[in-house]
């Protein structure tokens, strides 16, 4: 069964507008996409739509995830949320609710660029 999220659509989209900051390919699989910036930092994009996806990235030894699960209704961005590198759930600091996936992921890439441990946020 396809998935409803176009990858290559959106391997398009991140060449297009975050070429400059890839470290090599994109990586595309039949249901996620990975690729490497050039600061190190190693991201995998997984999506089922554009409401529901995960976004786990390796920055050192650092592991981060942006995520759409709704587990914490407590947190400002339901049913968004940040597993930061100390492993604590807060508010997603970079995605917007209802915005298409290509934005998200835009914006993302344009925040792991500058800080991949998203500390300012």
């Known amino acids: ?3 409803a999220v176009d990858y290559e659509m959106l391997r398009d989209a991140i060449i ?3 070429g400059e900051i890839l470290a090599g390919d ?3 699989f039949q249901d996620a ?3 490497e910036l050039l600061n190190g930092t190693l991201l995998e994009i997984k999506a089922a739509s554009n ?9 050192g030894a650092h592991i981060l995830r942006l ?11 339901f049913p968004h949320h940040l597993h930061d590198a100390g492993g604590v759930v807060r508010p997603d600091p970079v995605t917007t609710p209802g915005r298409p996936l290509a ?15 998203l500390t300012a946020g």
């Open 33 to 35: 996409i990975s690729l």
């Open 51 to 59: 409401s529901e996806y995960s976004f786990i990235w390796k920055y």
């Open 26 to 28: 994109i990586n595309l």
């Open 1 to 3: 069964m396809k998935s």
């Open 103 to 117: 934005d998200n992921v835009r914006r993302l890439l344009a925040a792991l660029g500058h800080d991949p441990l």
């Open 16 to 18: 297009d507008d975050y």
């Open 67 to 77: 995520d759409t699960a709704p587990l914490h209704p407590e947190l400002a961005t």
